[in-house]
């Protein structure tokens, strides 16, 4: 593959990528839209989280756990760097729980296989979301549920 045709596959997976976190839920839109850039083995590793694998595990243990927590989540990227086929992207999530406003900074390392996220390792600090939570009770049975879900997985 040429470096023109490489970088403007490279292009267009960010630019999905972005409007696709910006696009924001329903979580069930959401899934369907990033569907695509999903290699059927996807491995997902982040914070707190059993790894996933799989596409309906990112469905049940990353955005539906994410949408019940704050309905209105959205993202947008803030910035990225390529190598080979190993990208970095920082992404802001931002949403409401319990409503505060929560925005969660994430680096993703993204690896691809043929143009599709293999596996996706998220350095986040969850440290604004465990404060909104600690800060709103009424938050706690729908954050108790949704840890409690992630770890039987």
């Known amino acids: 593959m040429s470096a023109v045709a490489e970088s403007t596959d490279l292009e267009a997976f960010l630019e999905a990528f972005d409007q696709n976190w910006r696009q924001g839920g329903p ?22 989280v059993p790894t996933l694998v799989g596409p309906e595990a990112f469905e049940r243990g990353f955005v539906g ?19 080979d086929d190993v990208l970095h992207i920082e992404v802001d999530v931002m ?10 900074r994430s680096c993703d390392r993204i690896t691809l296989r043929d143009g599709r996220i293999a596996e996706r390792v998220a350095f986040v600090d969850p ?5 909104a939570v600690a800060l709103h009770p009424r938050t706690w049975p729908t954050f108790i549920r949704t840890q409690v879900r992630q770890r039987r997985r």
Do not use: H, K, N, Y
Not at 27 to 48: H, S
Not at 95 to 104: D, P
Not at 127 to 131: M, S
């Open 127 to 131: 440290g604004p979301l465990l404060r």
């Open 27 to 48: 979580a069930r839109a959401f899934v369907e839209r990033f569907r695509p850039l999903l290699d059927p083995q996807i491995r997902l590793v982040q914070p707190q």
């Open 95 to 104: 949403g409401t729980l319990g409503g505060r406003r929560v925005v969660l």
């Open 65 to 83: 756990p994410l949408f019940e927590l704050m309905p209105d989540a959205r993202g947008a990227v803030r910035g990225w760097t390529a190598r």
